[in-house]
């Protein structure tokens, strides 16, 4: 059974920079395709960014690219989300997912985190 830890998550003000780091266990994240996705009050959890497990293609939200940055250390078997120049409507508890298809769709995600708690003041 996989397993996935968030941290990193914190409150900060607005053009602040956060970076959050998920760590997986239970299984080689080999093959499997490592993504964020965040849920703000009142919304449905959105995308937010995924890579690629062998050569590292990644996609982003438009509401982020140019601000975050998704890696992953496979050795580590680790994903993080460097969070520059945050936003208010950055505010929202972000999760780590990891699944077999490379996608910006939730549903294809097999496992997620319990979710780390992002707040950003104005």
């Known amino acids: 059974q996989v397993q996935l830890v968030e941290s990193g998550g914190g409150s900060v003000q607005t053009r602040d920079s956060l970076r959050l780091s998920c760590a997986a266990s239970?299984?080689?994240?080999?093959?499997?395709?490592m993504a964020w996705f965040r849920q703000a009050p009142g919304k449905e959890r959105e995308f937010v960014a995924v890579?690629?497990?062998?050569?590292?293609?990644?996609i982003y939200a438009d509401s982020v690219n140019g601000r975050f940055t998704i890696s992953r250390d496979n050795a580590k078997s680790a994903v993080y989300l460097q969070m520059f120049n945050l936003k208010p409507e950055d505010t929202a508890v972000y999760y780590c997912a990891v699944g077999p298809i490379f996608s910006r769709n939730a549903d294809r995600y097999n496992y997620w985190g319990q979710g780390t708690q992002v707040t950003v003041s104005s």
């Open positions: 239970g299984r080689t994240m080999n093959d499997y395709s």
């Open positions: 890579i690629s497990w062998g050569n590292g293609i990644q």
